[in-house]
């Protein structure tokens, strides 16, 4: 279950008919509303209720194989436009590392707003022929969408060059366009949440993924199971408990 009601479904509308560039400001203008400790919590609240009262228990929610938690509160039916929480938690031993997220971009333009914590932003992109690089393993990704499993397809090896990190710190909006490449990392000892929304789709059937291991050689389907409506709930009453709203 999702938030559902025409204030959000006008809301959407309204943003998915501008340009490319003027969506990403408001978008962004959108989230700077939507953080404010009261409007968040509001909208937790009857996220909430929604997720325990619907008698449909929708199956977009799960934990993320890049690490982290993600929580659907809504999805457009008209423009796919989605609004969902990425919640890392801290690493329950000691000293422990994150693994390091496979590298990929996306079928959408999205824009974040960091809630708690921290995370560094990697960007790379393709090396050309001749140029050095890292070298990764390079998948096509099939978006999940309410499937409980994902598809990749081989293309091969391929290199990447890294182009920049940015540091994106709790209170700050940042956008990001389809088509960068991109990881992010996060503390390991820290709980870190974003609120993000993803623009409307840009078209492809499928985004890229490079990993530094094999997920097989040919195609592989992984599966991806959705998260039960009490843990939804347990994720986002921690979430406020680590706000304070
Ligand atoms: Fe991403």
């Given at each position: 279950?999702?938030?559902?009601?025409?204030?959000?479904?006008?809301?959407?509308?309204?943003?998915?008919?501008?340009?490319?560039?003027?969506?990403?400001?408001?978008?962004?203008?959108?989230?700077?509303?939507?953080?404010?400790?009261?409007?968040?919590?509001?909208?937790?609240?009857?996220?909430?209720?929604?997720?325990?009262?619907?008698?449909?228990?929708?199956?977009?929610?799960?934990?993320h194989?890049?690490?982290f938690d993600k929580i659907?509160?809504?999805?457009?039916?008209?423009?796919?436009?989605?609004?969902r929480l990425h919640l890392w938690?801290?690493?329950?031993?000691?000293?422990?590392?994150?693994?390091?997220?496979?590298?990929?971009?996306?079928?959408?333009?999205?824009?974040s707003?960091?809630?708690?914590?921290?995370?560094?932003?990697?960007?790379?992109?393709?090396?050309?022929?001749?140029?050095?690089?890292?070298?990764?393993?390079?998948?096509?990704?099939?978006?999940?969408?309410?499937?409980?499993?994902?598809?990749?397809?081989?293309?091969?090896?391929?290199?990447?060059?890294?182009?920049?990190?940015?540091?994106?710190?709790?209170?700050?909006?940042?956008?990001?366009?389809?088509?960068?490449?991109?990881?992010?990392?996060?503390?390991?000892?820290?709980?870190v949440a974003t609120l993000v929304?993803?623009?409307?789709?840009?078209?492809?059937?499928?985004?890229?993924?490079?990993?530094?291991?094999?997920?097989?050689?040919?195609?592989?389907?992984?599966?991806?199971?959705?998260?039960?409506?009490?843990?939804?709930?347990?994720?986002?009453?921690?979430?406020?408990?680590?706000?304070?709203?």
């Amino acid at each position: 279950m999702t938030l559902y009601n025409p204030e959000w479904e006008e809301r959407f509308l309204r943003l998915a008919l501008l340009e490319r560039k003027a969506k990403a400001v408001s978008v962004t203008e959108e989230l700077q509303r939507l953080v404010q400790p009261s409007v968040l919590a509001a909208m937790l609240d009857e996220f909430i209720y929604g997720t325990l009262h619907s008698a449909h228990h929708h199956t977009d929610s799960y934990a993320h194989d890049n690490g982290f938690d993600k929580i659907v509160l809504f999805q457009d039916s008209e423009t796919k436009m989605k609004m969902r929480l990425h919640l890392w938690h801290p690493l329950a031993i000691p000293n422990a590392k994150r693994p390091r997220q496979n590298v990929h971009n996306h079928r959408w333009d999205f824009s974040s707003a960091v809630l708690v914590g921290y995370a560094d932003n990697h960007s790379y992109r393709f090396a050309t022929p001749d140029e050095e690089g890292e070298e990764y393993f390079h998948y096509r990704y099939y978006a999940r969408g309410s499937k409980e499993h994902y598809d990749v397809e081989s293309r091969g090896k391929t290199k990447l060059v890294s182009i920049g990190t940015e540091r994106v710190t709790e209170g700050s909006i940042y956008s990001i366009e389809g088509e960068v490449l991109h990881r992010v990392d996060t503390p390991n000892d820290q709980f870190v949440a974003t609120l993000v929304i993803t623009h409307e789709n840009v078209g492809w059937v499928t985004n890229d993924l490079l990993s530094e291991r094999s997920l097989g050689s040919e195609q592989a389907t992984l599966p991806s199971p959705a998260m039960t409506r009490q843990k939804i709930v347990e994720k986002i009453e921690n979430l406020r408990y680590q706000m304070g709203i």
